[in-house]
């Protein structure tokens, strides 16, 4: 059986109260105490059960989601899956809960961020594009004691912060590769669309996508990126306008989380089903799109997953503790229209 507090007490010789005031890091105790206490705890084995000490406790976990205020039916997905974990981890001193700001200003995502202190919050899971402004807010906050993973948008490798998202730039070659393979070698130029370019996924996205496509398919070339900025008016314009200016196209990569706009734009400029399309994220528009011709394949990431990882990774940060590297990898999933679940 695993060793218990008792076990722990009488191996180093003393009481169960001095015990407690080891594990919780509280003060009045003795160095030589607390060295008496950790040499104990490497003798016997002892791993503390942090589940059982923060329920008799009362502890919680308050967990924020940081989400853009634009956006649709992805975002829609993230929060409804952020609502759902706040019921099922209650039971587990989670309060999880999300913010909307503004992510075309990041003098406000910085001010926002300002406004939060860990006496009301331990962790923030930050989507929100790369700017000095918020990584420099992000850092204050880490500073302050308010630990911070980057969701969807952000360093894929080891840095400041935990990344919870897929590997963007895989992402992007992944969706190279599918218009070269299924474009059967007919020469023309691929649109490439995202919400806006500042965003490090879409720039991840952007890299992956170009160094597939140049490398293995010369007879296709992609066109400079259309920014929307999720303004469904401006969406429809620009691709109107490159539609015109551009009879040659035979592809569209749809780089942003929210396709809807893109391809409502698409269906009423062009015939989207003489093109091949390769959009992001599973959402109710997107998979109308791939029931109905006007999408070819989704590159996708499972919301649920998303959320859960982010709450693992930031309990893991408050408890001081290490993680299984391999449960937070989020697949990059491809859909069509076949392979789509009822």
């Given at each position: 059986m695993r060793p218990t507090t008792k076990d722990l007490?009488?191996?180093?010789?003393?009481?169960?109260?001095?015990?407690?005031?080891?594990?919780?890091?509280?003060?009045?105790?003795?160095?030589?105490?607390?060295?008496?206490?950790?040499?104990?705890?490497?003798?016997?084995?002892?791993?503390?059960?942090?589940?059982?000490?923060?329920?008799?406790?009362?502890?919680?976990?308050?967990?924020?989601?940081?989400?853009?205020?634009?956006?649709?039916?992805?975002?829609?997905?993230?929060?409804?899956?952020?609502?759902?974990a706040n019921q099922g981890l209650g039971v587990e001193g989670m309060v999880l809960s999300h913010q909307e700001v503004s992510h075309s200003d990041p003098h406000l995502i910085a001010e926002t961020l300002s406004q939060i202190g860990p006496d009301k919050v331990d962790g923030?899971?930050?989507?929100?594009?790369?700017?000095?402004?918020?990584?420099?807010?992000?850092?204050?906050?880490?500073?302050?004691?308010?630990?911070?993973?980057?969701?969807?948008?952000?360093?894929?490798?080891?840095?400041?912060?935990?990344?919870?998202g897929i590997?963007?730039?895989?992402?992007?070659?992944?969706?190279?590769?599918?218009?070269?393979?299924?474009?059967?070698?007919?020469?023309?130029?691929?649109?490439?669309?995202?919400e806006t370019m500042n965003a490090r996924d879409s720039l991840e996205r952007?890299?992956?996508?170009?160094?597939?496509?140049?490398?293995?398919?010369?007879?296709?070339?992609?066109?400079?990126?259309?920014?929307t900025y999720g303004d469904p008016r401006r969406t429809r314009d620009v691709i109107a306008n490159v539609l015109r200016n551009n009879a040659d196209v035979v592809g569209v990569y749809i780089m942003s989380s929210e396709a809807k706009p893109a391809l409502d734009a698409l269906a009423a400029e062009s015939d989207p089903q003489s093109l091949i399309v390769v959009a992001h994220e599973l959402t109710s528009r997107t998979r109308d799109a791939l029931m109905s011709g006007e999408a070819d394949a989704l590159i996708a990431q499972n919301p649920g997953h998303l959320v859960r990882s982010a709450v693992r990774l930031l309990r893991a940060h408050c408890d001081n503790r290490s993680v299984v590297k391999s449960q937070e990898v989020i697949r990059i999933e491809i859909l069509i229209k076949e392979n789509l679940s009822v």
């Amino acid at each position: 059986m695993r060793p218990t507090t008792k076990d722990l007490a009488k191996e180093a010789g003393v009481s169960l109260a001095t015990v407690d005031r080891v594990l919780n890091g509280r003060p009045g105790v003795r160095n030589k105490t607390v060295e008496a206490v950790n040499a104990a705890i490497e003798k016997i084995g002892f791993v503390r059960n942090l589940s059982a000490a923060n329920l008799a406790k009362g502890k919680q976990y308050r967990f924020r989601f940081m989400l853009p205020a634009h956006g649709d039916q992805f975002l829609g997905e993230l929060r409804a899956r952020i609502d759902e974990a706040n019921q099922g981890l209650g039971v587990e001193g989670m309060v999880l809960s999300h913010q909307e700001v503004s992510h075309s200003d990041p003098h406000l995502i910085a001010e926002t961020l300002s406004q939060i202190g860990p006496d009301k919050v331990d962790g923030v899971a930050l989507m929100a594009p790369e700017s000095p402004q918020v990584r420099d807010a992000a850092l204050r906050l880490k500073e302050r004691g308010v630990h911070v993973v980057h969701l969807i948008s952000g360093k894929q490798q080891a840095g400041d912060f935990d990344f919870v998202g897929i590997d963007n730039q895989s992402a992007g070659a992944t969706a190279a590769r599918l218009l070269g393979r299924f474009n059967c070698r007919k020469e023309g130029k691929v649109v490439v669309i995202a919400e806006t370019m500042n965003a490090r996924d879409s720039l991840e996205r952007r890299k992956g996508f170009d160094m597939v496509l140049t490398r293995d398919y010369p007879h296709l070339s992609a066109l400079p990126s259309l920014e929307t900025y999720g303004d469904p008016r401006r969406t429809r314009d620009v691709i109107a306008n490159v539609l015109r200016n551009n009879a040659d196209v035979v592809g569209v990569y749809i780089m942003s989380s929210e396709a809807k706009p893109a391809l409502d734009a698409l269906a009423a400029e062009s015939d989207p089903q003489s093109l091949i399309v390769v959009a992001h994220e599973l959402t109710s528009r997107t998979r109308d799109a791939l029931m109905s011709g006007e999408a070819d394949a989704l590159i996708a990431q499972n919301p649920g997953h998303l959320v859960r990882s982010a709450v693992r990774l930031l309990r893991a940060h408050c408890d001081n503790r290490s993680v299984v590297k391999s449960q937070e990898v989020i697949r990059i999933e491809i859909l069509i229209k076949e392979n789509l679940s009822v």
